[in-house]
Nanobody, 121 residues
Framework: QVQLVESGGGSVQAGGSLRLSCTAS?????MAWFRQTPGKEREGIAI???????IYSNSVKGRFTISRDNAKNTQYLQMNSLKPEDTGMYYC??????????????????WGQGIQVTVSS
């Protein structure tokens, strides 16, 4: 199983920015970010394939940018214009099977431990 290590979470005021990073122990076809906000189920918010093609959920489109550095097996999530409702635990995920690489797929094969993001009003 691929090991994933997230970094970069923290607290910020509404309207601010944060950048999350996730480094994998090996290369995978896709890397993704999920989040679980208070009172809601875990949801996929961004996914990127090995060619750098991103897909976003409607909740973050236009505010968040996913990118990856294949040479470093690392993905990033640049989060701008943060809102209090973005507060939650953010999880890095990855999979090497193209057919499983879907934004809504909670059964991607590898997951990080999660990192807290708190946005205050």
């Amino acid at each position: 199983q691929v090991q994933l290590v997230e970094s970069g979470g923290g607290s910020v005021q509404a309207g601010g920015s944060l950048r999350l990073s996730c480094t994998a122990s090996e290369f995978t076809f896709c890397m993704a970010w999920f989040r679980q906000t208070p009172g809601k189920e875990r949801e996929g918010i961004a996914i990127i394939n090995k060619w750098g093609t991103p897909i976003y959920s409607n909740s973050v489109k236009g505010r968040f940018t996913i990118s990856r550095d294949n040479a470093k097996n690392t993905q990033y999530l640049q989060m701008n214009s943060l809102k209090p409702e973005d507060t939650g635990m953010y999880y890095c995920a990855a999979d090497d099977e193209q057919s499983r690489c879907r934004l809504y797929n909670l059964e991607l094969s590898s997951w990080g431990q999660g990192i807290q993001v708190t946005v205050s009003s």
